[in-house]
């Protein structure tokens, strides 16, 4: 079988991004950068981690985003051809069941 990569962006706190970057990096097959985006006048303006991972680890990664989506220190996530500004939790939900109901169609049709 052969496992689709997905390429995750996430921007957001200084905290946030090190802690979301330290659990994607135990994922198997994954890798990310982190970056630190700089306003004109040099002050930091936010963080980014760039990953690529495995497709089915991308719930695990999410259920941990949540979290950070909740208390506001992500602003920005974005995955393949979806994205979103200001995330809330239930916009990560939908997007999880969204992908679960892709995940059992494709096992139905399969």
Partial sequence: MISMQETIIINGTKEATEAIRS???AQPDSQS??????????S???????ATLAAQT?????????DYVASRQVKKLQIGDWMVENPTPEIVERFLSAMDG???SKENNG
């Fill in 102 to 104: 892709q995940s059992k």
């Fill in 23 to 25: 659990v994607i990096d």
């Fill in 33 to 42: 950068q982190l970056t630190e985006r700089k306003n004109l006048d040099g």
């Fill in 58 to 66: 991308i719930p695990h990664v999410l259920g941990f985003v949540k």
């Fill in 44 to 50: 930091a303006a936010a963080w980014i981690v760039i």
